[in-house]
């Protein structure tokens, strides 16, 4: 049971974030935010 509710998790995650970005171009801003934001959040500098 548990894992056909993390199964069934991952593909809510999946498919929001492919509804979220467009393009491929899309994902890359994307990923290219988190990793900025990681890195602030880190206290390091780019």
Known sequence: M???AVLL???LVLTAASLG???IRG???DISAVGDAL???AGGKQ
């Open 21 to 23: 970005c467009n393009t």
């Open 9 to 11: 998790l991952v593909l």
């Open 2 to 4: 548990l894992r056909k």
């Open 27 to 29: 994902v890359g801003r």
């Open 39 to 41: 890195t602030d959040a």
